[in-house]
């Protein structure tokens, strides 16, 4: 982790959006930025009402770009299997332990009738980053109080068509997330797989 004292939201947005600038090393470059998010303390200051308000929100959200912060606790579901529509992400914690596992399609799986084997969960902690390929399918969830997870996407993830899988009758539930949207407001009860 990078020790930034003085690196604010403000920063961090502006190096992610000079990283998007040079397509071949975006993402690279959007991950030196989040590192060194992930070790400012004064980082989030001015977002505290939302986070304790709030599951998710955006510091940005373009077509071509998308910052989110997620507030979440153990007590929340684990997020059902999902794709990212084709984008990369990048998934840091910035505090607590974030838990994640990638799923891969069995032989067995076809378009309208998927199969997911889930591989080794793994934790995230404080200051760690992850990258989640474009083609990724994967689950999250909070293992820990008060866990505060920056993620950065090359695209509009509220707005893309992406897969939500529910492992139990195998098929695809939608195909635009809105899940944490709707989680925040009470809803997503029917990903609770």
Do not use: C
Not at 130 to 140: D, G, L, Q, T
């Amino acid at each position: 982790m990078l020790e930034t004292a003085a690196y604010t939201a403000e920063e961090f947005v502006a190096d992610v959006l000079r990283a998007m600038e040079s397509p071949a090393q975006a993402q690279e470059l959007a991950e030196v930025a989040l590192k060194r998010a992930l070790g400012s303390p004064i980082l989030l200051s001015q977002y505290s009402g939302q986070m304790a308000e709030r599951l998710e929100f955006h510091l940005v959200q373009r077509p071509q770009l998308a910052i989110k912060v997620f507030s979440m606790n153990p007590r929340q579901p684990k997020s059902p299997p999902h794709d990212h529509g084709g984008m990369w992400g990048l998934y840091g914690a910035y505090q607590g332990v974030l838990g994640m596992s990638f799923y891969r399609e069995t032989e067995n799986s076809s378009p309208q009738n998927p199969v997911l084997a889930e591989g080794v969960a793994f934790r995230i902690r404080s200051g760690e980053t992850v990258p989640v390929s474009p083609e990724a399918i994967h689950s999250v969830w909070a293992e820990a109080d008060n866990t505060v997870v920056l993620t950065i996407y090359n695209g509009d993830l509220n707005n893309t068509r992406r897969r939500i899988f529910d492992l139990s009758s195998s098929r695809v539930v939608q195909e635009i997330s809105r899940w944490e949207e709707r989680l925040q407001q009470g809803g997503g009860s029917e990903y609770k797989l």
